[in-house]
T-cell receptor, first 111, second 115 residues
Framework: KQEVTQIPAALSVPEGENLVLNCSFT??????LQWFRQDPGKGLTSLLL?????REQTSGRLNASLDKSSGRSTLYIAASQPGDSATYLC??????????FGAGTQVVVTP | GAVVSQHPSWVICKSGTSVKIECRSL??????MFWYRQFPKQSLMLMAT?????????EQGVEKDKFLINHASLTLSTLTVTSAHPEDSSFYIC???????????FGPGTRLTVL
């Protein structure tokens, strides 16, 4: 059974610092991996989707890497801002469209 | 981008009653929809997958007679929590996908509180 782990569970950084969020999964036979953002009491916002054949994806200040063989993905957020405060979820898909989520990393960026 | 809506955004009901949650794709045809639930401080857990016009496929441990899913059209799926109990209180989120498009779009979620 696939297990997805996110470390750390919570992170607090001053504005301007870079954020590094880690995600690990036990079964490397994944279809894709996706990073989401969730604000309190809200739904999910997709940040980056990495197909199993890709090593990384970038969007603005966000960069996500994928090492399928070691079962790891890292989300980097450069020059953090208070608006980046949220919970970040990592999810892996084994079969078409069915995601297994990690518990998330709660991020607080202080001004 | 594609938009998925959910209604209601929050609902409070008495124990023993049934609650229906709607999930709509507003600008694309949702051939497949997924229902998740999220307990406080926990991550999302997939409950079931539904394809338009077919019966839903439930994940292990999810009671199909308690969580009724209907996906009768390409833009609407409903989740009915029957005879709700306080332990069913949770945040329910749907997502939708069109055809073979790998992109999946999530709804804003519905907060259910059972008293």
């Amino acid at each position: 059974k696939q297990e997805v782990t996110q470390i750390p569970a919570a992170l607090s950084v001053p504005e301007g610092e870079n954020l590094v969020l880690n995600c690990s999964f036990t079964d490397s036979a994944i279809y894709n991996l996706q990073w989401f953002r969730q604000d309190p009491g809200k739904g999910l916002t997709s940040l980056l989707l990495i197909q199993s054949s890709q090593r990384e994806q970038t969007s603005g200040r966000l960069n996500a890497s994928l090492d399928k063989s070691s079962g790891r993905s890292t989300l980097y957020i450069a020059a953090s801002q208070p608006g980046d405060s949220a919970t970040y979820l990592c999810a892996v898909s084994r079969s078409w469209g069915k995601f297994q989520f990690g518990a998330g990393t709660q991020v607080v960026v202080t001004p | 981008g594609a938009v998925v809506s959910q209604h209601p955004s929050w609902v409070i009901c008495k124990s023993g009653t049934s609650v229906k949650i709607e999930c709509r794709s507003l600008d694309f045809q949702a051939t497949t929809m997924f229902w998740y639930r999220q307990f406080p401080k926990q991550s999302l857990m997939l409950m079931a997958t539904s394809n338009e016009g077919s019966k839903a496929t439930y994940e292990q441990g999810v009671e199909k007679d308690k969580f009724l899913i209907n996906h009768a059209s390409l833009t609407l799926s409903t989740l009915t929590v029957t005879s709700a109990h306080p332990e069913d209180s949770s945040f329910y989120i749907c997502s939708a996908r069109e055809g073979r498009n790998p992109d999946q779009y999530f709804g804003p979620g519905t907060r259910l509180t059972v008293l």
